[in-house]
């Protein structure tokens, strides 16, 4: 199930929270429920994955994305993703949530997230590749910038490892091979 009241709780402890620029990062804290753990006592990789919507969401609403979205009745999709687990987070363990916007390209936005124990170590960490979506199908970035009042905003370089995934990603087959 969604964590929707967790998520409803992120936004309103965010709601007061300064804006961000575009490529700023939202940090936020959580823990591990009871009903994030699977059969090892651990957090569930697919809810690893869940999780990270509640410091997404937040972050699009403190760049000015959510107010962008909704006047120009777009949405935002997942379109990629590569995760890395690394240490493995117990049920009620706190972790520290940073997100933020690593670059773009013509088509795509790439965002980062990860998650941090108490003792300063990276338990995982996430790249999605992400799209604002219309009526048209994907809207490009600029568009989206321009409607955030950002239009003149360059596209930082995008980082060697984030580049050297696209160009995997893009050599990967699609559709899938059957059989």
């Keep these: 199930m969604y964590p929707v009241i967790r998520m ?25 429920l009871p009903w994030d753990i699977d059969l090892w006592r651990e957090l569930n990789n697919g809810r690893t994955l869940t999780l990270y919507d509640l410091g997404r969401i937040p972050l699009a609403g403190r760049v000015g994305l959510i107010a962008v979205l909704r006047r120009k009745r777009w949405g935002l999709t997942m379109a990629g993703a590569s995760v890395r687990y690394r240490r493995r987070i117990r049920v009620f363990e ?22 941090w124990s108490r003792d300063g170590q990276c338990a995982n960490h996430i790249l999605y590749r992400s799209a604002v979506t219309g009526r048209g199908g994907i809207v490009p970035p600029g568009d989206v910038l321009a409607a955030l009042g950002q239009a003149d905003l360059a596209a930082p370089p995008l980082p060697g490892w984030v580049r050297a995934w696209i160009e995997a990603d893009d050599a990967r087959p699609w559709p899938p091979m059957q059989g």
């Design 8 to 32: 409803l709780w992120q936004l309103w402890q965010h709601r007061n929270s300064p804006p961000l620029p575009v490529t700023g990062t939202h940090v936020s804290q959580h823990y591990c």
């Design 94 to 115: 706190r972790v520290e949530m940073r997100s933020r916007l690593v670059g773009w390209d013509a088509r795509f936005l790439y965002i980062e997230q990860s998650m």
